[in-house]
């Protein structure tokens, strides 16, 4: 007989989901006929097969040992890269900067080696995360952003962390700040009290071109969206110019700055060829490069993130700008 202690990251779980992760090799005949015969129990007592199980639980399973035997198991997370940019790590998050070109999951084109996979790789290696111990949670990311776009990007590496951050997220007390180069100057939108415009449009997502389009009325299937912007400085008809976004849709950076005529530097998709052209730029010029905890609500054992901000500082064509040197090219 072997018991089992559910921690944070167990509960939840259904308990023949439970028992099959603990013991691997049981067929599903036996381990639903056994939870019938009460070989395996909760708290002492029968329980059924769809029982949810709680932190505190003890689940006793009256099994041979034979069925808790692991296979030697080759995690495909091992094959990842083991470049990884850490802005920030503690016992329950992680702050990555992510490369332009890197997935921040894996598709249907590159399975192994994303952001995801390398954080999983890293952990792993460090000996934080052993996927033959955890029975319910793996690291995962809080938010993420496009292929072509560099910034700051978390993790969490517990479920409760997860949980936090994942309603820190949803009612805006985590703020995201953008920096890009946009063509032109823009001016148009509300002049907000701290200095910054305000716009606001309607966004339809096309998911068979994983493309958007934004409206200036509401739509059938749209999502209103919200942006602030501020230009920090203008330069040959160009402005590195800093976003704050108020809601946060597919692409919504990119095409809503298009929307109102001034796209970003190097974006094919939403800019103008002719314009990216001249300066050379294939990829959009943008960065999320600060994140802000600003807490409203008790956030559990992340309270002592709150008020802290981190920043990615050495951002390229930020420095380049700076230094006047984004010029077109002479033909």
């Not at 015969?37 to 769809?50: E, F, M, P």
């Not at 148009?188 to 415009?197: E, Q």
């Not at 008790?298 to 951002?315: P, R, V």
Request: glycine letters at 6%.
């Amino acid at each position: 007989m072997k018991s089992f202690i559910i921690n944070s990251n167990d509960r939840g779980q259904r308990l023949d989901k439970y028992v099959g992760k603990c013991a691997p090799r049981l067929p599903d005949s036996l381990l639903y006929k056994y939870i019938r015969l009460k070989r395996i129990k909760v708290n002492g007592k029968r329980a059924q097969i769809s029982t949810k199980l709680m932190q505190g639980d003890i689940v006793d399973m009256y099994i041979n040992d034979e069925f808790f035997e692991r296979t030697d198991e080759k995690y495909d997370f091992l094959t990842a890269s083991k470049s990884l940019d850490i802005v920030y790590e503690d016992e329950n998050i992680m702050i990555l900067d992510k490369k332009p070109g890197l997935l921040s999951h894996p598709d249907e084109g590159e399975y192994n080696d994303t952001l995801i996979t390398r954080i999983k790789r890293y952990l792993y290696e460090k000996g934080s995360y052993n996927p033959a111990d955890e029975n319910s949670f793996a690291p995962a990311l809080v938010n993420r952003i496009d292929r072509n776009t560099r910034g700051i990007v978390i993790a969490a590496k517990n479920a409760q962390s997860l949980r936090i951050l994942n309603e820190i997220m949803k009612t805006r007390q985590l703020h995201k700040y953008y920096i890009c180069i946009v063509h032109g100057t823009p001016e148009k939108g509300i002049k907000m009290p701290d200095g910054w415009l305000y716009i606001d449009g309607w966004l339809v997502k096309d998911e068979g071109k994983n493309q958007v389009k934004i409206y200036s009325t509401e739509k059938e299937g749209s999502k209103h969206i919200k942006t602030k912007y501020r230009v920090i400085d203008s330069f040959n008809s160009l402005s590195l110019t800093e976003v704050d976004l108020l809601t946060g849709r597919t692409h919504q950076i990119r095409a809503h700055m298009a929307s109102i005529g001034h796209p970003l530097l190097g974006d094919g998709k939403y800019g103008t060829n002719q314009l990216n052209k001249e300066y050379g730029y294939k990829k959009q010029l943008l960065c999320s490069f600060r994140l802000q905890f600003d807490f409203n609500s008790d956030a559990g054992i992340l309270n002592y993130l709150n008020g802290k901000s981190f920043e990615i500082k050495d951002i390229w064509f930020v420095n380049a700008f700076k230094d006047r040197a984004l010029l077109p090219n002479k033909h």
